[in-house]
């Protein structure tokens, strides 16, 4: 069973620049990609970016693409998120997830952490 704990979040005002941090408990091959979904109120949940443990392949929402990067340690076993142009819209819970499969769809991750609040005034 892999374990995820999220650190980070908080409210800023807009452009502003906020980091995320989650560490996995271990490694295994179902949780070999790591990523980011945010649920807004009243929204479905939706990926923010994923990344592979080897560090070789990232994805972006497009709605992020420019404005947040995501990375990992050398160890893989922790992803960082570092948001920056921050604008309201992107107010949410922001989960961090580990699955075993490259893909955007919530139900392939199995493992999710407890979810970090983001607030972006504006």
């Known amino acids: 069973q892999v374990q995820l704990v999220e650190s980070g979040g908080g409210s800023v005002q807009a452009g502003g620049s906020l980091r995320l941090s989650c560490t996995a408990s271990?490694?295994?091959?179902?949780?070999?990609?790591m990523g980011w979904f945010r649920q807004a109120p009243g929204k479905e949940r939706e990926v923010v970016a994923r990344?592979?443990?080897?560090?070789?392949?990232?994805y972006y929402a497009n709605s992020v693409k420019g404005r947040f990067t995501i990375s990992r340690d050398n160890a893989g076993l922790t992803v960082y998120l570092q948001m920056s142009s921050l604008k309201p819209e992107d107010t949410g819970v922001y989960y961090c997830?580990?699955?075993?499969?490259?893909?955007?769809?919530?139900?392939?991750?199995?493992?999710w952490g407890q979810g970090t609040q983001v607030t972006v005034s504006s």
């Open positions: 990344i592979h443990r080897s560090g070789g392949y990232t």
């Open positions: 997830a580990a699955g075993g499969t490259w893909a955007s769809e919530a139900s392939l991750y199995a493992y």
């Open positions: 271990q490694y295994t091959d179902s949780s070999v990609i």
